[in-house]
């Protein structure tokens, strides 16, 4: 168990540590292509090894240093999925699907197995199920030669399945998206030799009568209206790159939000975060909080095989409840639980929507949200595709002794550095993704006025 005080004062440098759903899903690429890879930064963590027992019938992985080396084994017809509840587990199951591989799940609950058949229904393929035991499920591809990206645009939420079974196929797609869509995979894959480019793409619609009305009644409501804008993806998977590859891991962006969600509730002091990735995949807390008001600190230092990485500052700000789509999901699914409490301190509702497939996950994602809201003093309520949050009056210490995943139950840590008297929260989960977790709150935490 970890106890926390309250803090004064958060202040400091702190250098993220390499982002381990990022090498998972590159362990989950380079199964795809075949080939040699060099990934650097790595770290010996218990999720990393986690993670490579998972592969380790696929994929020959050995740490030299603070890098490791990938290369390809023989093929085994049987994968079992890391449970690291990573935001790219739905285009890593659909990839190791494409593979015709056997997928085993624990824990799989119904109504997920039923959402990931029905996208792979969209596709024009089948998935089939099979019990292993009373916790384990496998998944295969029973049917997939009518593969192909659906004709209308792609939901949100679907592009990376689609994406996912394009690239175990070795499949070229090309589909339409009414929204802009970030993904690291736009700066992965071409590193193994794939391309994928989403552009785009303006539709005129100056033969509509009524718009072309509207052109001389109103011509700058018509020149707003005369035009649209969609986006096209266009994917060549059909081969990789000869040559091996080298992938240079940012920092850990689920880490990141947690100390900015401790920032944010203890304003006092300087706190500089560096290696964060700065896609927009990867900073939905920092949208959160530039809707409050935040002028965050940006500046971006190198760049890495995912895109920017450099370093975050806060400055100071008040804590006003907002509204916040949460489309695509995967920005949000590590962030929600340090944007939640955010939102738990400040004055006003926040309103999260868009959330309804974490009711899908075994134990429910957002219930479990919820429940240390509660804790903490907040005040909530359910909405069918997500959930509002009052404020909480009163910051007293709360006690979580159940094993959260990792990414709630640190925000639930960056709640504790902010209430009166002692927290408790079972830190097992945060131990396995950050070893050095307790040191490193130690470095920039002050608890009494110097």
Known sequence: MLQIQKVKEIRGRVELPPNPDLFLLTLSIALAAKKSVRITPVSATPLIHQIQESFAQHLDIVHEDTCCRVSPKADAGLILMPQTGSQF?????????????TVALKNLSPK???LWQQRAAGFGCRIESKQFDDATTGLYLASFDAFTAPAE???????????GLALGLNKKIQGTLE???HTPLRHILPRF??????KAAYEKRETDPLKRRLRFIAPKLAKKQESRVSYTMAADFSCARQDDVTVELPGDDTLAAILLAAKSLVQKGQLVISNAPLEPWACAVISYLRKMGCNEGIQEERTTSFGPAGML??????????????????????????????????????VFRGISELHNETPDAAAQIVRCVERMGGRYGELPDGMVIDGAKQYDGFDIAEELPAALSGACVAAGLKCNGTTTIADAAILQRWPGFRELLESICVYKSE
């Open 179 to 181: 929204q802009q869509f």
């Open 313 to 350: 500052c806060l400055q100071k700000f008040n804590l006003a409840g907002h509204k916040m789509e949460c489309n695509p999901l995967y920005y949000f699914k590590k962030h929600l639980p340090a944007m939640a409490v955010i939102a738990t301190f400040a004055e006003g509702q926040s």
């Open 112 to 114: 997920k197995l039923a």
């Open 89 to 101: 587990d739905d285009f890593i199951v659909f990839l190791f699907l494409g593979l015709q591989k």
């Open 153 to 163: 645009p792609l939901d949100q939420n679907t592009i990376h399945p689609c994406m």
């Open 193 to 198: 030799g794939y391309e994928l480019t989403i």
